[in-house]
């Protein structure tokens, strides 16, 4: 798929911008602080319906402004398809060929997009909560059913750790709790075992991926821990009753102990976890790793390659990892759109679009 024009107004720093991409390599060259990065997030934010950087969508509103309004022209293998999407206090309108979505999982997965910058080194880096969302947002564009899954399981969390924190007799609130952690095991049960999939999947993609791509006696593992189970079978056979049994501490702690909402994605390098022993370089390689995975996966379940969104990556891989990476997107000609400072334009060669990003314009170059 790929994108052939976006029409930007009052999106962050741009309060009027129209531009059209062309297939293969396009690049947005500008310094710091121009809206490159900006530019990639209003496409993410149409292609996904959510930004993968804020939680709140008023923070893309170019400041001072009301609302925003996005629109693209995307070209799929059988179709043209216009997304639309408008935001203004707390309303949001997102239109497929200007019908409007009454939810965001009828609109999510229309056109995909992966996302790819060097904050995503957070996923092999950080705590299981970046490895959750990234499982998760992933899920979100294959499929959307998991959006509903987890907006009903949020909710049960909330209600539960609301009563919880004001319930303070422990017999009345022995007595409450088990209808909500019948609730939460229906909807945790299905969140699990879409993550686990998934992770089986992304494993079976990253393993070889990573032996070209760093080297063939290096390993790279990835497992889904599940209520701290390392079997599916046994996660959601035995769910209710750790529940069961947490119950005590949990109204101790005036808060919910276990759920997915807990579970963790471990990503190994040569069976030690990455986040504490790999290398920065190491991990670099890792996080590439699943980001083809994400560009595969959802190749494999639409027939069609994702727009691939890389910001401001390729100067932070070294030469071979970068070779890799532009003969990767070289073949099938994946559209790309790519953000670099001037001084790391010389690195591509193979570019088919150069645009000038600065001070919230983008002008399209050769
Ligand atoms: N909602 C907003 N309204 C106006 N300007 C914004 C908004 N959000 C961010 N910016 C500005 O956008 C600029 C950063 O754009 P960005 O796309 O991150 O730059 P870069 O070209 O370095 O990737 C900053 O100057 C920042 O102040
Ligand atoms: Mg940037």
């Known amino acids: 798929m790929e994108i052939k024009q976006i029409e930007l107004h009052n999106f962050r720093n741009y309060s009027q911008q129209k531009i059209e991409f062309e297939a293969g390599i396009n690049l947005l060259v500008g310094a710091n602080g121009q809206g490159k990065t900006n530019a990639l997030e209003s496409i993410h934010y149409l292609a996904t319906g959510k930004s993968y950087r804020v939680k709140q969508e008023s923070e893309l509103i170019l400041w001072g402004k009301k609302n925003f309004y996005l629109k693209g022209s995307f070209q799929t293998a059988d179709r043209l398809l216009t997304l639309e999407s408008y935001y203004e206090a707390g309303k949001k309108v997102m239109k497929i060929n200007q019908l409007a979505c009454r939810r965001l999982s009828d609109y999510v997965g229309t056109i995909n997009a992966v996302f790819f910058s060097p904050e995503d080194l957070n996923i092999v880096k950080k705590g299981p909560s970046e490895r959750r969302r990234f499982l998760d947002l992933l899920l ?145 390689s890792l996080v590439l790793c699943l980001k083809l995975a994400e560009m595969e996966i959802i190749f494999n379940k639409k027939g069609e390659y994702p727009i691939l969104l890389l910001d401001d990556v390729l100067s932070e891989l070294d030469e071979e990892r970068r070779r890799y990476l532009l003969a990767y997107i070289n073949t099938f000609k994946k559209q790309t759109l790519i953000t670099m400072t001037e001084a790391d334009e010389k690195i591509i060669k193979e570019k088919t679009a150069v645009y000038r990003v600065f001070k919230g314009n983008i002008r399209r170059e050769r």
């Open 140 to 284: 979100a564009q294959i499929r959307p059913s998991h959006i509903a899954l987890l907006n009903d399981y949020i909710k049960i969390i909330k209600q539960k750790n609301n009563l919880l924190k004001t319930v303070k007799n422990s017999t009345a609130l022995k007595s409450q709790l088990p209808i909500w952690n019948e609730q939460l095991v229906a909807v945790g049960s299905k969140i699990i075992a879409n993550r686990w999939e998934l992770t089986v999947t992304l494993n079976s993609y990253c393993r070889p991926i990573f032996k070209s791509i760093f080297s063939q006696e290096d390993n790279m593992d990835l497992y889904y821990l599940a209520l701290n189970k390392n079997s599916l079978e046994e996660a959601l056979e035995t769910f209710p009753e750790i529940l069961d049994k947490k119950m005590n501490q949990e109204i101790e702690r005036k808060t919910v102990l276990i759920g997915p909402h807990r579970d963790e994605l471990l990503i190994n390098l040569n069976d030690k976890p990455a986040r504490l022993f790999a290398s920065q370089g190491q991990q670099r």
